[in-house]
T-cell receptor
Framework: GEDVEQSLFLSVREGDSSVINCTYT??????LYWYKQEPGAGLQLLTY?????DMKQDQRLTVLLNKKDKHLSLRIADTQTGDSAIYFC?????????FGKGTRLSVIA | NAGVMQNPRHLVRRRGQEARLRCSPM?????VYWYRQLPEEGLKFMVY????????ESGMPKERFSAEFPKEGPSILRIQQVVRGDSAAYFC???????????????FGQGTRLTVV
């Protein structure tokens, strides 16, 4: 079946850039998503990219997609303590989203 | 317009009891999705419903689990005879339609954290 893989932990200093990586297996994916989950909360859609795009920028967020390698990344510029959360990559090759296990981002002040 | 409302936020059940989880979608949304998040895991799709219909239940265990989305009222995820392995966070999402980019319009509730003791 479809699979989405992410590294589990990332620690960065406040003000640095964070890069969270994700790989997926479904070649029919049309949209790829990044969600943020804060402790005890639901998922918040951060951004998404259509599969025919290479890059999408939205304020401090930059999404890069390498469709050939099935690799997706999320870059957060000027990372703040409020960015500490779990970030999930999700693949929508089919309607039910397939999620990675999440990357826990810790921001050190 | 309130977001997706799930209740209860926390639910404790003894082994063998029944758990009922409720999800009220956003106003105007007729599609509901249930996901389960085990500790330290991502979300796993369970079931997709439209009003009065189950569209896709491929992620739902065959036994003890059922879901409904009646014409009136919230969607209900029901777990009978709960076991410790059912302990998880259960999230509901709603959207006004299906098909990508459906997920850009899907909103998640805050989840129900079920603990089976």
């Amino acid at each position: 079946g479809e699979d989405v893989e992410q590294s589990l932990f990332l620690s960065v200093r406040e003000g640095d850039s964070s890069v969270i990586n994700c790989t997926y297996t479904d070649s029919s994916s049309t949209y790829l998503y990044w969600y943020k989950q804060e402790p005890g909360a639901g998922l918040q859609l951060l951004t998404y990219i259509f599969s025919n795009m290479d890059m999408k920028q939205d304020q401090r967020l930059t999404v890069l997609l390498n469709k050939k390698d099935k690799h997706l990344s999320l870059r957060i510029a000027d990372t703040q303590t409020g960015d500490s959360a779990i970030y999930f990559c999700a693949d929508a090759g089919n309607t039910p989203l397939v999620f990675g296990k999440g990357t826990r981002l810790s921001v050190i002040a | 317009n309130a977001g997706v409302m799930q209740n209860p936020r926390h639910l404790v059940r003894r082994r063998g009891q029944e758990a009922r989880l409720r999800c009220s979608p956003m106003k105007g949304h007729s599609h509901v999705y249930w996901y389960r998040q085990l500790p330290e895991e991502g979300l796993k799709f369970m079931v997709y419903l439209q009003k009065e219909n189950i569209i896709d239940e491929s992620g739902m265990p065959k036994e003890r689990f059922s879901a409904e989305f009646p014409k009136e009222g919230p969607s209900i995820l029901r777990i009978q005879q709960v076991v410790r392995g059912d302990s998880a966070a259960y999230f509901c999402a709603s959207s006004p339609r299906t098909g990508a980019p459906m997920n850009t319009e899907a909103f998640f509730g805050q989840g129900t954290r079920l603990t089976v003791v």
